[in-house]
């Protein structure tokens, strides 16, 4: 599934044409002859982040975001047909994350929301990241989104087109050129979010946490989640609230972060 945005582009001006009297025309005529040029005024509209039903914070999804996979091509002709310089895109892996990451933390509608460095865990959700396309005009994303159980969130290409006119001098500071693109990822999380019910997130939280106590301590919680067939992990049994190493895994836990 695709999701695309499109700024700031003109349309059709033949139609306008034709919709100008005779007369018209020739005055549009001689204006271009006398070297007169018509302007366009452009603006960059964002749809904003929404803002999700007030949670109780045991049920608010701490968020992982991946370093984005660059996508360089390995051959060099490959490469300089894409127009793809190594060393900007792997600053770009690195950036695009961050501007997500703090879009989903604005929005008020998750817990902690972290740039991590590899797969964990600690976290009960997990962003993967993909540049396909990245131009400073266009800037397409693979995103996908998989929840402690295993159950996929979002697996869609995300594109947006933004204006020329978002690199001027006079442009408001402090905001991407690709604002749009993060903000329906946002958008798109919130809506999956909004569908599950409490004891859905409960339990996403549930699993895990016992995947990374299994991981440090596998001898004290062997047997607690366990992986399906299918690939989802599932909930056994839980320690008691009061366990002394349930305790140690949640320090060790809050080091992971």
């Not at 501007?99 to 972290?114: E, F």
């Not at 087109?161 to 999380?189: C, H, M, W």
Request: charged share 30%; hydrophobic share 40%.
């Amino acid at each position: 599934m695709t999701s695309s945005l499109v700024a700031g582009r003109p349309g059709p001006q033949a139609a306008r044409f034709r919709a100008l009297p005779l007369l018209g025309l020739a005055l549009l005529a001689l204006l271009a002859s006398s070297g007169c040029v018509s302007r366009t005024v452009k603006t960059v509209h964002s749809e904003p982040v929404h803002a999700g039903e007030e949670l109780a914070e045991s049920l608010l999804l701490d968020v992982g975001i991946r370093i984005f996979d660059p996508n360089i091509p390995e051959d060099w002709d490959e490469r300089e047909a894409q127009n793809v310089l190594p060393d900007v895109r792997r600053a770009e892996a690195r950036y695009m994350p961050q501007v997500l990451k703090a879009t989903l933390q604005n929005s008020g509608n998750w817990g902690a929301v972290r740039v991590i460095p590899r797969e964990t865990t600690a976290v009960d959700l997990t962003v993967h990241g993909r540049i396909v396309d990245s131009d400073g005009e266009l800037l397409a994303l693979d995103v996908e989104v998989v929840d402690a159980t295993g159950r996929t969130w979002l697996d869609n290409e995300y594109s947006y087109l933004t204006s020329k006119y978002v690199y001027a001098e006079d442009a408001p500071p402090g905001v991407d050129p690709f604002q749009p693109l993060y903000t329906r990822i946002a958008n798109d999380l919130l809506e999956v979010r909004r569908a599950l019910e409490e004891e859905e997130l409960t339990r996403i939280r549930q699993v895990a946490e016992m995947r990374f106590a299994e991981e440090f301590a596998p001898g004290a919680f062997d047997g607690y989640v366990e992986q399906t067939r299918r690939g989802r992990w599932e909930l056994r049994r839980l320690p008691a609230e009061d366990d002394p190493m349930l305790t140690r895994i949640r320090r060790v836990r809050e080091r992971e972060y």
